[in-house]
């Protein structure tokens, strides 16, 4: 029998530490990255002021002064729902195939055990870089109030420190021969509508209830909604769209109705209604306009809104030739013959955090071949695509690293 590569040895003890929320043992998982560290002589420290531990290791380079490198990748991943797995979601599980099943399998395990190994071969193969190197293995990105990961971490000094030029962090699986690369994301926006009408006997005709008034905005707003739906499903062929390039709208909470426990009170015509909306806005869109637009919609009915999520501004990174980072990317992919494509991220990551800082983020996982399988049951990820990826990243990140400024 074969012997099992070490990087997927330590891959697979990865994955059985249990970083799972509601309760990811973050302990855990960074006395696991610094005993690895430890291990691979790469220089490491545990990051506390977040409130959570963040690990931060650096490879210095022959001039530190130039803006640095940074890989980041998190470390907690979503729970498993255990009946649904055919094999238990972390014991980090390989077939006869070598696929590997386990919760953070794609999403994203793998990529935090691929910039160790990066990291690992520079230092034994004593490789010089002419920029610092660093990797920060940060927690909850997969949370979103009450984050103590990568959002509140770039507003501290020790970040700031890191002096970052760009940053490369998670992207998503390819089911095809071709990688994808993510140069920004679209902005998650939650929208809570609250209508207020008159209310009476349900026997009677009243007029211009709050479930009337939300009714006619819910309906322009899916009417929207079926136009971006129609431009993504339509424009396919000629202009190739994607997800990540249309704003999608979905209608996710519904409130009406005076309820005593069990009971609804069908005979009374309520004097509030609510809706909530799951938007997601791509950067090509003006955010001003949009929710300019919000606005109209709520307003020729005299509706008010609040958001549950909101961001103002939403980043993307310039893909063209005057963005050398992206040149070196593109020309260090050509050079090792893989295939990129950009794209925008439908969902949201960290990377989100670093481009609204002004920085340059690519979102790039180098697995292809491979179902999309994050947060699903099932996750896996073949042993040999990992190995792959490693050798993916040692073409592409020494070159950004050796950068000329
Ligand atoms: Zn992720």
Redesign the pocket.
């Known amino acids: 029998m074969q012997q099992e590569d070490s990087s997927v040895t330590v891959f697979r003890k990865f994955l059985q530490i249990r970083t799972d929320h509601p309760n990811p043992d973050y302990e855990a998982s960074a006395q696991f990255l610094m005993q690895k560290a430890n291990e691979y002589g790469i220089d490491a420290e545990v990051y506390r002021e977040t409130g959570t531990p963040i690990v931060i290791m650096k490879i210095t380079g022959t001039d530190p002064s130039l803006p640095s490198l940074l890989l980041n990748s998190?470390v907690d991943?979503v729970p498993a729902v255990l009946e649904s797995w055919n094999y238990e979601p972390f014991s980090g599980y390989k077939d006869e195939k070598g696929n590997i099943y386990s919760r953070g399998t794609q999403?994203?395990k793998c990529v935090c055990m691929q910039f160790l190994e990066v990291a690992h071969r520079i230092v034994q193969s004593k490789l010089k870089l002419k920029r610092n190197l660093y990797l920060t293995f940060v927690p909850d990105?997969?949370i979103g109030a009450g984050s103590k990961g990568m959002e509140v971490f770039v507003t501290h000094d020790k970040f700031r420190q890191l002096n970052v030029g760009l940053c490369i962090d998670?992207g998503l699986a390819s089911p095809t021969e071709e990688f994808t690369v993510f140069y920004g994301e679209r902005a998650p926006w939650w929208v809570h509508i609250t209508a207020v009408g008159n209310a009476g006997h349900g026997s009677r005709f009243i007029e211009n209830t709050a479930v009337e008034k939300l009714m006619r905005t819910i309906n322009k707003m899916l009417e929207f909604r079926q136009q971006q739906f129609d431009s993504l499903h339509k424009g396919h062929h000629e202009c190739g769209k994607k997800l990540g390039d249309v704003t999608t709208l979905n209608l996710t909470v519904l409130k009406a109705g005076i309820n005593n426990g069990d009971n609804y009170s069908y005979n009374v015509v309520p004097t509030q209604a609510e809706a909530g909306f799951d938007i997601r806005i791509p950067p090509t869109v003006n955010l001003d306009e949009f929710l300019k637009q919000i606005k109209e919609w709520t307003a020729e009915e005299g509706l008010s809104f609040t958001f549950a999520n909101y961001t103002e501004k939403n980043e993307m990174t310039h893909l063209n030739n005057d963005n050398k980072w992206w040149s070196t990317f593109k020309s260090s992919c050509e050079k090792i013959g893989i295939k990129l494509v950009p794209e925008i991220f439908p969902a949201a990551?960290?990377s989100r955090f670093i481009r609204n800082l002004g920085i340059p983020a690519f979102g790039f996982s180098p697995i292809n071949n491979t179902p999309i399988l994050?947060h699903d049951h099932n996750e896996f990820l073949n042993e040999n695509t990992f190995i792959r990826g490693i050798d993916i990243y040692m073409g592409i990140i020494p070159s950004l690293a050796n950068m000329e400024p």
């Open positions: 998190h991943v999403d994203m990105e997969e998670e990551t960290d994050l």
